[in-house]
């Protein structure tokens, strides 16, 4: 069974001026300066008519999982994300999917930012499955829960930017 992710992050911008940072790939490379742990980087950065597309990598040093995950993982945890955005309608959508080397699961979801009477909204939906018998839901739910701080530190930071 897979663990939900539902996150909202509120910005006073519209949501053309808050598409435009997010995939800006200065701001990326900010944020994962900022945020996105051991050896954090910007793999690549495609952007074209249709919308933009990037990977990220980032890492938690092991010393701050929880005793669960660094049973399967020996040393570092290292994420690689994958996220797309469009245009969609008056606003925009995407998707996103990470991994985590050695634990047999990922993370996929979708994104949609609109503008809203005071700025724009960002809506996250996703879920955490992680395949491994008996404690596999243990484990979903400590992924899930880092991820809803992750995503409310980004949307910080990207308010804040």
């Known amino acids: ?3 939900r992710i539902e996150h909202r992050a509120s910005f006073r911008a519209p949501a053309a001026t808050v598409h435009a940072r997010l995939v800006d790939q200065a701001f990326l490379r900010d944020r994962l300066r900022t ?9 690549e950065h495609k952007a074209n008519g249709d919308g933009v ?9 092991s010393a701050l999982l929880p005793s669960i995950v660094r049973t399967l993982v020996k040393g570092d945890l290292v994420v690689e994300r994958l996220e797309t955005w469009r245009p969609d309608g008056a606003g925009f959508a995407g998707t996103t999917s990470a991994t985590v080397a050695g634990i047999p699961g990922e993370i996929r979801g979708t994104y949609r930012l609109v503008d809203v009477a005071d700025g724009s909204e ?5 879920e955490v499955k992680v395949r491994v018998p008996l404690v596999g839901g243990k484990i979903e739910s400590v992924i899930a829960e880092q ?13 804040e930017h």
């Open 35 to 43: 945020l996105g742990g051991t050896d954090a980087a910007l793999v």
């Open 147 to 159: 991820v809803r701080k992750l995503l409310a530190s980004e949307a910080a930071f990207a308010a």
């Open 122 to 126: 960002l809506r996250t939906d996703a």
């Open 1 to 3: 069974m897979a663990s």
């Open 53 to 61: 597309a990037y990977k990220l990598r980032q890492g938690i040093e």
